[in-house]
């Protein structure tokens, strides 16, 4: 893990330190570890620095901008969101493949199987190829908060005004919204659930491939599905439609 000073720490299972390493400038991106045992972070002084798993030096690389989210990709090719709204595309051995302006304010970037998505606050979602073409750009013509998840054939965004939107992954067109007034974060079952919390201290779920914006089930009763408790596994949710009642001093396991 590191700290805001700059220094990452190397723990064991046991919580003894292994290794330790203090970079120029403190920390502004979570370190991530890829396929080949890499650890990369981004620092304030806008570079991205490579180590080895035990803490060794390997390149940095200067991108412009603070880097503020990393993902890495199975090819060994690293996709940086740069403070300024900028996605770069990096090479395993620290050279900048290529890079796009997106947009101030933005998260990402989300990796699918052959795409990646990067979005603004601002509202726009936009996918490229791992080799850097634009595929599409989808305005949703709302603020963003940052929370969203990628199903099978489509990107999930949950939107400032606290509706939640499916893009269709092929083109970037609308598939549908929800009206739940969604809050915190989304998750995806093993099943296909599309999870959402709503400020109403309900649970909603979405079954399939795509989030129907009339499947708001609520469930009048209680019985064995529908406890109020949250019990059980997130992938045992087999209901088509169903509404889970969270008590505030209850919280939901997975």
């Known amino acids: 893990f590191a700290t805001g000073s700059g220094t990452i720490y190397s723990l064991s299972l046991s919580g003894s330190v292994e290794w330790s390493v203090t970079l120029p400038a403190r920390m502004t991106s979570p370190p991530i570890l890829d396929g080949q045992e890499t650890l990369y972070l981004g620092a304030a002084d806008g570079r991205l620095y490579a180590l080895t798993r035990w803490g060794r030096f390997k390149w940095s690389l200067p991108l412009g901008g603070s880097p503020q989210s990393i993902a890495a990709g199975r090819n060994g090719r690293l996709y940086v969101l740069v403070s300024g709204g900028t996605l770069v595309a990096v090479s395993a051995n620290g050279a900048i493949v290529w890079r796009h302006e997106v947009g101030e304010g933005g998260f990402g970037p989300l990796l699918g199987e052959k795409q990646v998505y990067v979005a603004a606050a601002t509202g726009n979602v936009k996918a490229f190829t791992a080799g850097g073409k634009p595929l599409w750009t989808s305005p949703l013509g709302t603020a963003l908060t940052g929370s969203w998840v990628l199903g099978l054939h489509e990107l999930y965004v949950m939107e400032r005004d606290s509706r939640v939107a499916a893009v269709d992954t092929a083109d970037g067109t609308i598939a549908g919204t929800s009206a739940v007034h969604a809050v915190g974060t989304m998750n995806l079952a093993n099943d296909g659930t599309l999870l959402i919390g709503g400020r109403d201290w309900l649970v ?4 399939g ?46």
């Open 209 to 254: 491939a795509r989030a129907d914006p009339n499947a708001d089930w609520t469930a009048a009763s209680a019985d064995a599905r529908n406890s109020g408790h949250g019990a059980g596994r997130l992938d045992q949710l087999e209901a088509n439609r169903m509404v889970s009642r969270i008590p505030d001093y209850l919280a939901l396991e997975a």
């Open 204 to 207: 909603y779920g979405y079954l």
